[in-house]
């Protein structure tokens, strides 16, 4: 059972406009989450997180939302370019035991039209 | 500062052989881990490591083995390669508890097995 469900494998933008990318998750002991983008033949690397203290973060043109009743978190790009194109993971942790395993989801791929 | 590095980048093995992918990372981190990618799949947690010395079991740790002798060094070990294990294979590495929610990836290593 997925606990991490990223629905939309794919999306595409134009370059300028904002990219929004969802999240929802199942498991309601998770209180920390992260967002990846990877590049082909790359690893992941971390872009920005929240804990579930908070319901928004950001940092420039990255702004992360979370909903805890809805168990549903949001990446917003404003405004997105080129080189945002790239898979992004949601990731989920949570506090207590266990704590710095985390949990991706499937990834959705972005691009970004010029 | 190198980060977290992988070695070999590809590898191809028959069916049966045997094999140690090497990570390694130079920012002192506590917790390291080894993940592995199918297409169309999140990132899938093999085996973890606390701490020099100690592994544990993640999601998918079957056919699998880790070692931990060094704090900056966490192996992975493939006894008899099987075509499942065809994949794409991250490793990480993060600060102990309580900062331990952010992990940094590897590039990746791309094991085909014939």
């Known amino acids: 059972d997925q606990q991490v469900k990223q629905n939309s494998p794919s999306l595409s933008v134009q370059e300028g406009r904002i990219s929004i990318l969802n999240c929802d998750y199942t498991n309601s002991m998770f209180d920390y989450f992260l967002w990846y983008k990877k590049y082909p033949a790359e690893g992941p690397t971390f872009l920005i997180s929240?804990?579930?203290?908070?319901d928004k973060n950001e940092d420039g043109r990255f702004t992360v939302f979370l909903n805890k009743s809805a168990k549903h978190l949001s990446l917003h790009i404003v405004p997105s370019q080129p080189g945002d194109s790239a898979v992004y993971f949601c990731a989920a942790s949570y506090s207590g035991a266990g704590s710095y395993q985390l949990t991706f989801g499937k990834g959705t791929k972005l691009s970004v039209i010029p | 500062n190198a980060g977290v590095t992988q070695t070999p980048k590809f590898r191809v093995l028959k069916t049966g052989q045997s094999m140690t992918l090497l990570c390694a990372q130079d920012m002192n981190h506590e917790y390291m881990y080894w993940y592995r990618q199918d297409p169309g799949m999140g990132l899938r947690l093999i085996h973890y490591?606390?701490?020099?010395?100690?592994?544990a079991k993640g999601e998918v740790p079957d056919g699998y083995n880790v070692s931990r002798l060094k704090k900056q060094n966490f192996l992975l070990g493939l006894e008899s390669a099987a075509p499942s294990q065809t994949s794409v294979y991250f490793c990480a590495s993060s600060y102990g508890a309580p900062m331990s929610k952010t992990q940094y990836f590897g590039p990746g290593t791309r094991l085909l097995v014939l």
């Open positions: 929240i804990s579930s203290i908070k």
């Open positions: 490591s606390v701490g020099e010395g100690t592994t």
